[in-house]
């Protein structure tokens, strides 16, 4: 009993009522042309030309709920008056990309986009006349409910309350029986409010919330930027996971030969200092993107900065054995920028698990094909978990992800008894 009076006694129930009070009200200035019809025909019968009138009035509204204003103004007043998380309708548009980025969405075929338009159009309209019709009911019959009320309690000092209406009459004859009918037509009133905010409350998201439409706009916006921040989390795990092996390498070289080789050591400070200055770059972007700031252009690293990433290489005490054959450095654009980052992951690989045996660098460039590997002598600490350096097990995937939406192929294991072996084979043409 109790719980079935709690509606009635919270204040979004009148809120609620006032709200569909206000569609009604909202629709009284297109009354005197749904009265147009009627007056032109005026010799039909009373019954047809309400009629007329109804349809040509409910014509009107529904006409007024095409408009994507009417809309907007709808969502919002439903959502602080009915306390709804409505999303506002604007409309979704395609996220510009920053520059360097990848791929931008691609668009939904026009004929699947009218389609959508044409089925979601019918909603606002709905709507709108929903709430025009719950409005009225409980302006009037909400009105006539507490004009009952307050009009038989003033019987009680005659000891009879009687009230006549179109043609319905009701009399108590005793002064508590007004009271008694009085509460019930309060109670009744508070229920009506109730019954008319529910039904509000269950459609506005049905024929307010996100069309169809919306709902795989916003979808694939989430989906382009959850691609996104893998995107950035695989460039910063390259770029930052490269500079911090490479500079704890140089390091350690450096602090052995500081006394005898004062050159040396000057030569691999100096690459520590330019690998941490290019992966601050990367670090400035990736978080400039991640807070959704203005970001300036994409650091890009390609096969043209290879000779450097291997000097950086060479300064950590590694011993590299590049094969560059074709015409690699010619290569361009994301291919040339996915070869780089492959190229750095996989010799990130061989600093951190190989024995200090000579690095095998191949790239070879045809007319067809791209194709990369990394060949490096792995000792008792590789690849078994026992290395120097703690890995995080998302650089092969994240490699081989990379790989794959460009459509290649890639091998990495064991290569012999004593050798780990990465191999990638990147097509030039992308297939249709």
Request: glycine share 10%.
């Amino acid at each position: 009993m109790i719980r079935g009076l709690r509606p009635l006694l919270r204040g979004s129930t009148y809120t609620g009522a006032l709200f569909a009070s206000c569609g009604a009200l909202a629709s009284l200035p297109l009354l005197p042309f749904a009265l147009l019809p009627a007056l032109m025909w005026r010799s039909a019968p009373e019954g047809l030309q309400l009629l007329l009138v109804l349809l040509a009035w409910a014509a009107l509204i529904g006409l007024i709920g095409q408009a994507g204003t009417t809309r907007r103004v709808l969502v919002v007043s439903a959502r602080r008056l009915l306390k709804l998380p409505l999303p506002d309708p604007a409309a979704v548009r395609r996220p510009a990309g920053p520059p360097g980025t990848g791929p931008t969405r691609p668009a939904a075929p026009a004929a699947a986009q009218t389609g959508r338009a044409g089925a979601d159009r019918w909603r606002t309209p709905l709507w709108l006349l929903l709430h025009v019709a719950l409005g009225w009911t409980v302006a009037l019959v909400g009105g006539l409910l507490l004009l009952i009320a307050l009009t038989l309690p003033g019987g009680w000092f005659r000891g009879e309350a009687r009230i006549d209406l179109l043609g319905w009459s009701l009399r108590a004859e005793d002064g508590w029986q007004s009271w008694a009918v009085a509460l019930g037509c309060l109670l009744l009133a508070a229920a009506l409010c109730a019954a008319v905010t529910t039904a509000l409350r269950w459609s506005a998201p049905r024929l307010l919330g996100p069309s169809s439409a919306e709902r795989l706009a916003l979808a694939a916006e989430r989906e382009l930027r959850l691609a996104e921040r893998n995107r950035l989390a695989h460039e910063l795990h390259d770029s930052i996971g490269h500079t911090l092996t490479a500079a704890t390498i140089q390091a350690a070289v450096a602090g052995e030969v500081l006394s005898a080789d004062p050159v040396a050591a000057r030569a691999a400070m100096r690459s520590i200092e330019e690998s941490a200055r290019a992966a601050l770059e990367d670090l400035d972007y990736v978080l400039g993107v991640l807070r959704e700031e203005e970001a300036g252009t994409a650091p890009t690293r390609s096969l043209v900065d290879l000779p450097a990433l291997l000097d950086r290489l060479r300064h950590a005490g590694a011993v590299v054995e590049p094969e560059l054959s074709g015409e690699w450095a010619q290569v361009q654009g994301t291919l040339s920028r996915a070869a780089y980052r492959i190229l750095q992951e996989g010799l990130t690989n061989a600093l951190r698990h190989g024995d200090g045996g000579p690095i095998e660098v191949r790239v070879a460039a045809s007319a067809d094909a791209l194709e990369l590997g990394v060949v490096n002598r792995v000792g008792a600490g590789g690849r078994d978990g026992r290395g120097a350096f703690p890995t995080s097990g998302h650089g092969l995937p994240g490699l081989t992800e990379r790989v794959r939406l460009l459509h290649g192929e890639v091998e990495a294991g064991p290569h012999g008894p004593r050798h780990w072996r990465l191999a990638v084979r990147l097509p030039v043409r992308l297939p249709a």
